[in-house]
T-cell receptor
Framework: ETGVTQSPTHLIKTRGQQVTLRCSSQ?????VSWYQQALGQGPQFIFQ???????GRGNFPPRFSGLQFPNYSSELNVNALELDDSALYLC?????????????FGPGTRLTVL | GDSVTQMEGPVTLSEEAFLTINCTYT??????LFWYVQYPGEGLQLLLK?????DKGSNKGFEATYRKETTSFHLEKGSVQVSDSAVYFC????????????FGKGTRLHILP
């Protein structure tokens, strides 16, 4: 069984640019959540997708947006990048209807904004 | 708002020492509580969980008890190993809502041989 995978592993962008991060959920999982983990901090919830619809959002501005595809893979898009967007971005998938299910995390994408 | 507070690291111990990492939470309702571990170069892994008051979660020699009266979920291990060196995150979520997890800031643990 393949776990959660994310691409790319590392990414360097400059301020003002746009970035797309990708996540493939674990087989059989229909819910994907995205988290931002700044250096030395715990992950912070960005948003969650369930059956291609946004199902909850954290305290992040609208320039953070996402998509979920019919195969349950997902994208995180960030527009107008700022220096503070530099972080490890984690994707997590979970099975069934959202509601306290165990989430399985990918290894993350390290984004550096210069 | 809802939050998780855990002891700041780094925590440095010798092999076979007793470990406690403190965690307290602020939340409405009755959250489920977790400890996640992040080994160097790896993704977050669920270490243990407890879903209601007085439940004890355990895994790999680690234990934590859900204490509603003190809103705590302290992580303990009787005898740590070098391989336990990692960052540990206390976290909470709510059953029957979304799967949003609120994490603490993490505690880095160094075990010396």
């Amino acid at each position: 069984e393949t776990g959660v995978t994310q691409s790319p592993t590392h990414l360097i962008k400059t301020r003002g640019q746009q970035v797309t991060l990708r996540c493939s959920s674990q087989s059989g999982h229909n819910t994907v959540s995205w988290y931002q983990q700044a250096l030395g901090q715990g992950p912070q919830f960005i948003f969650q997708y369930y059956r291609e619809e946004e199902n909850g959002r954290g305290n992040f501005p609208p320039r953070f947006s996402g998509l979920q595809f019919p195969n349950y893979s997902s994208e995180l898009n960030v527009n107008a990048l700022e220096l503070d967007d530099s972080a490890l971005y984690l994707c997590a998938s979970s099975p069934g209807v959202p509601g306290g299910n165990e989430q399985f995390f990918g290894p993350g994408t390290r984004l550096t904004v210069l | 708002g809802d939050s998780v507070t855990q002891m700041e690291g780094p925590v440095t111990l010798s092999e076979e020492a007793f470990l406690t990492i403190n965690c307290t939470y602020t939340a409405t309702g009755y959250p489920s509580l977790f400890w996640y571990v992040q080994y160097p170069g790896e993704g977050l892994q669920l270490l243990l969980k407890a879903t209601k008051a007085d439940d004890k979660g355990s895994n790999k020699g680690f234990e934590a008890t859900y204490r509603k009266e003190t809103t705590s979920f302290h992580l303990e291990k009787g005898s740590v190993q070098v391989s336990d060196s990692a960052v540990y995150f206390c976290a909470l979520t709510w059953p029957n809502r979304d799967d949003k997890i609120i994490f603490g800031k993490g505690t880095r643990l160094h075990i010396l041989p």
